[in-house]
C-alpha cells in the first residue's frame, strides 16, 4: 500500500510517499513560494536531489507538478497515480468536532471553512490542498489528520479560559492543543521502547523546536498541553513569546500605538529566543553565542529551560507522578546540553540523566539517557507526523 503525505502552508507544500509494507519514504519534497514564484526540491533516498525553480500560481500548479515527478521516468518512483492508495492531510485545527482523522468530504471541508476565524494561517492553504488533491485524484481516498485532536479528550477545566464563559460559548475561544500528532506519535514510541503498554504509562512529552510545546500523557491520553487558542501559548520559541501577563499587550499597544496586527506580529515573530538574545531565532546560533559569553543568548537559554521545568514540574502535579519523560524534535532531540540544564534538579520527582548517554546521544536513533538509579525513563524519540499521519491514513484504505 502507497499513502501520500501532504502538508500545505500558506506557500508550500511538503509531500512524502510512503509504502507502508516497511514504513520506507520513497520520496518526499517541498513546494516552496507558491504565489510568488516557486522551486521544488524533490528527494529519493539513494538518489540525487531534483531542484528547480518553476512558476507555481497556486497550490494546484505545486500538486500537478509533485505527481508529475513521483511518475516521471526520470525522477518518478512509482509508475502511475492509481499506485496512491490515499492522500493523508496534515491538518493543523479541527476546532471541536474532529477529534480523530476522518475522511474528507465535502462536509469536511465545509466545517474547517466555518472554523478559518480561529485558525486563519493554517486553514486556507489545508483547505486550498485538500481541493486540489480531491480535484486532481478524484478516486483517491483523502484523510484529513489534525493536530488539535489528540487533546479532544482534555477535560473542560483544562480547556476552559477563565474569561468570561461567553467568549467560549460564541466564539469558541479556548485552548485546543497542537502538535498532537507528534506527541501522539512519541509517546506510542516511547511505550514501544520501554516494553510497556501505553495504557499503564503516565508521560511527559516534550517537543522542542522551533514551535514548541510539552503533553502530559496519562495511559495514552492527552490530559494538558502547553499551547492553548493558538500555538503561541507556552514556553518561548524561536520567535514567538509564549506565555507572558496578559496585560503586557494592551500596555505595549498604547505605548507604541500599536494596531492588533503589529502586536500580533512582536509576539509572533520578533520575541522569544531572538527577541531576548537579539542574535537569532535559530537555537544553534543562540547557544553557540551564549557559550562564547553573550549574556543576553545565555538568558534567552536561561528563559526557555526555566519555562520548560515549570512545565515539567506542573504536568507531574497534574498526573500525580511520571513513568516517562521524552524530548522530540530539533532542540529537544539535538541539544544535549539544553536537556541536561533540564533534567538538572529534578531527582525529587525522579528524574536523573546519565550525562555521557545523554552528550553522546546517536541523532535520528531512540535512545534511554536515564541513570541507571532513575525512577523515571528519560527518552530522546525522533518525531515522525508524516509517518504518524500516513499509519492513520492507511485505516481508511
Ligand atoms: P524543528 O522546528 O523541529 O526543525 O527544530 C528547529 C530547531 O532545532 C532550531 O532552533 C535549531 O537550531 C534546533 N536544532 C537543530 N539541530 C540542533 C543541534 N544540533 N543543536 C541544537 N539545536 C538544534
Known sequence: MKILVINAGSS??????FDMENGDVLA????????SGGTITHKRPGKENYYAEVDLPSHDDALVLVLDLLVSEEYGVIGSIDEIDAVGHRIAHGGEKYKQ?????DDVIAYLETIV??????????????????????KTPQVGVFDTSFYSNMEDFRTIYPIPYE???DYKIRRYGFHGTSHRYVSAKAAEVLGKP?????IITCHLGNGSSITAVNGGVA????????PQEGVPMGTRSGSIDPTVIPYIMKLKNFTPEQIEDLLNRESGLLGVSGVSNDNRNVAKAAAEGNYRAGLAIKILVNSIKKLIGSYVAELNGIDALVFTAGIGENDSSLRSNVCAGMDFFGIKIDEDANSNAPSGKNVNISAKDAL???LVIPTDEEYMIALDTAKFC
Open 101 to 105: 482523522s476522518t475522511p474528507i468530504d
Open 12 to 17: 508550500s507544500l511538503k509531500y512524502q510517499l
Open 198 to 202: 501505553i495504557e499503564e504509562l503516565k
Open 223 to 230: 490530559i494538558d498541553t502547553s499551547m492553548g487558542f493558538t
Open 376 to 378: 523515571v525513563q528519560t
Open 28 to 35: 518526499k519534497g517541498n513546494c516552496e513560494r507558491i504565489g
Open 167 to 169: 467568549y467560549y460559548t
Open 117 to 138: 476565524p480561529i485558525n486563519p494561517l493554517h486553514g486556507p492553504p489545508a483547505i486550498k490542498g485538500m481541493k486540489a488533491c480531491r480535484r486532481l485524484m478524484p
